[in-house]
């Protein structure tokens, strides 16, 4: 991994009082390195958006472009932990087109279920509730940041799509394993987000805050 821009002198602090004390240490160095990374194509999607403001000549809202780009920042989150785990740029990444797709598992729940048999049930829960977890954001940022009113169905559909093409990501640069798993667990996390979302906003017309 290429050097922090942002965390770096955090990070090596961390690292010298609990590099030896906690087993999983690699797992907060790629979480430090994803943040790092989603910091900096944050402060890019900034700049664009400031310029698309001022050349449309539109007035924001800084509600909305507060939310937009908290929303931004966990996109960017989500894909750096997930699959641009190695590199800052495109061209540091290498891609494998010739993988077997005899590698993708197309079966349901097999994997998950092999999980459930291993030494430590720490795999299977992360698995499982993380990747619930992890597009649960998804599901309420989509309608509550689009004008058009946008249905549990188009939500879950695009929530989906967005996994697909992570587990897609995945296969094509090798840094993950592609699980139709993954796929289920993060459309039913996008829903829940959805349901969330909804329900806030009928509590939020109920008692007209």
């Known amino acids: 991994m290429n050097k922090m821009i942002f965390l770096g002198p955090l990070y090596d602090y961390i690292y010298?009082?609990?590099?030896?004390?906690?087993?999983?240490?690699?797992?907060?160095?790629?979480?430090?390195?994803?943040?790092?990374?989603a910091i900096l194509y944050t402060l890019f999607f900034l700049v664009l958006r400031y310029i698309w403001i001022r050349f449309k000549k539109k007035n924001a809202h800084f509600g909305h472009e507060f939310w937009l780009t908290v929303f931004v920042f966990y996109v960017f989150l989500l894909f750096a932990l997930t699959v641009f785990r190695d590199g800052y740029f495109i061209w540091q990444f290498q891609f494998y087109f010739h993988r077997p797709l005899s590698q993708i598992n197309l079966v349901p729940l097999i994997e998950t279920y092999k999980l459930t048999k291993g030494q430590s049930?720490?795999?299977?829960?992360?698995?499982?509730?993380?990747?619930?977890?992890?597009?649960?954001?998804?599901?309420?940022?989509?309608?509550?940041?689009?004008?058009?009113?946008?249905?549990?169905?188009?939500?879950?559909?695009?929530?989906?799509?967005?996994?697909i093409s992570i587990e897609t990501l995945q296969f094509i640069l090798n840094t993950g394993v592609t699980d139709i798993d993954d796929v289920i667990f993060n459309t039913l996390g996008a829903a829940v987000g959805y349901l969330l979302f909804f329900v806030g906003k009928w509590i939020k017309t109920r008692i007209k805050i």
């Open 121 to 163: 049930l720490v795999d299977f829960f992360y698995n499982l509730y993380g990747n619930i977890v992890w597009f649960v954001p998804m599901g309420v940022f989509i309608p509550a940041l689009t004008k058009r009113h946008l249905g549990f169905l188009r939500v879950v559909l695009i929530g989906a799509l967005i996994s």
């Open 16 to 37: 010298k009082l609990y590099a030896m004390k906690i087993n999983h240490f690699p797992l907060i160095r790629l979480s430090f390195y994803a943040v790092d990374k």
